[in-house]
């Protein structure tokens, strides 16, 4: 399995970044997957998943502002993140789901990530 981020950088209150994660190693198609962030001296935490149908799940504090979007096709997965705030700052890694929610049991293999910040 390879995941591997893009897409990240340094960006002011209020504006906006794509990321993009390109997979390899398996079958994408087959897979839940979805974007993860981590700040130092914490875990990776979820922000957003797809599932295989095509719906989907935002934690809360991002709803309405990220949109994530999957093209099966390109083995791809992506996170438009809009209106972004100081709190958004963390390495974004875009991981698969093994397990059934969208917990910390729930990843299964990650990518080493793209940073974002956001200054206040």
């Known amino acids: 399995v390879q995941l591997v981020e893009s897409g990240g950088g340094l960006v002011q209150p209020g504006g906006s970044l794509r990321l993009s994660c390109a997979a390899s190693?398996?079958?994408?198609?087959?897979?839940?997957i979805g974007w993860a962030r981590q700040v130092p001296g914490k875990g990776l935490e979820w922000v957003s998943g797809?599932?295989?149908?095509?719906?989907?799940y935002y934690t809360d504090s991002v709803k309405d502002r990220f949109t994530i979007s999957r093209d099966n096709a390109k083995n791809t997965v992506y996170l438009q993140m809009n209106s972004l705030k100081p709190e958004d700052t963390a390495v974004y890694s875009c991981?698969?789901?093994?397990?059934?929610?969208?917990?910390?049991?729930?990843?299964?293999?990650w990518g080493q990530g793209t940073p974002v910040t956001v200054p206040s």
């Open positions: 797809i599932y295989r149908d095509g719906s989907t």
């Open positions: 991981a698969t789901n093994e397990g059934t929610g969208w917990g910390t049991r729930d990843f299964g293999s």
């Open positions: 190693g398996f079958t994408f198609s087959s897979y839940a």
